[in-house]
Nanobody, 128 residues
Framework: QVQLVESGGGSVQAGSSLRLSCAGS??????????NAWFRQVPGQEREFVAA????????YYADSVKGRFTISRDNAENTVYLQMNGLKPEDTAIYYC???????????????????WGQGTQVTVSS
């Protein structure tokens, strides 16, 4: 099993920064995780891809809406993935979810159903 625990959400003003963390654990975490990603979801809408990072090679992928403002990174020793969010906008308001999966290609990592494990989510609220 793989467990993911997010932290770091909060309520901020537009233009502010937040850093989300996702701590991975579980007996099969290392064997079953090639990629970690962040998705976000607004009530009534589908879960939206934000960013992904592969554990081998550290390739990163971003949604166009966050490119240049958000940075995904990882700490291999701590099994932790981070999402640094700068220049936050009201439209970034959502619940942010961490995901773990085995896909590594640019197209598949953007698809929510390709991930086998999810965290409980952390709320990010950006006011104007």
């Amino acid at each position: 099993q793989v467990q993911l625990v997010e932290s770091g959400g909060g309520s901020v003003q537009a233009g502010s920064s937040l850093r989300l963390s996702c701590a991975g654990s579980g007996r099969t975490f290392n064997r079953n995780t090639n990629t970690n990603a962040w998705f976000r979801q607004v009530p009534g809408q589908e879960r939206e891809f934000v960013a992904a990072i592969t554990w081998s090679g550290g390739r990163t992928y971003y949604a166009d809406s966050v490119k240049g403002r958000f940075t995904i990174s990882r700490d291999n020793a701590e099994n932790t993935v981070y999402l640094q969010m700068n220049g936050l906008k009201p439209e970034d308001t959502a619940i942010y979810y961490c995901a773990a999966g085995t896909a590594t290609t640019a197209i598949v990592v953007r698809v929510a159903r390709s991930y086998h494990s999810w965290g409980q989510g952390t709320q990010v609220t950006v006011s104007s």
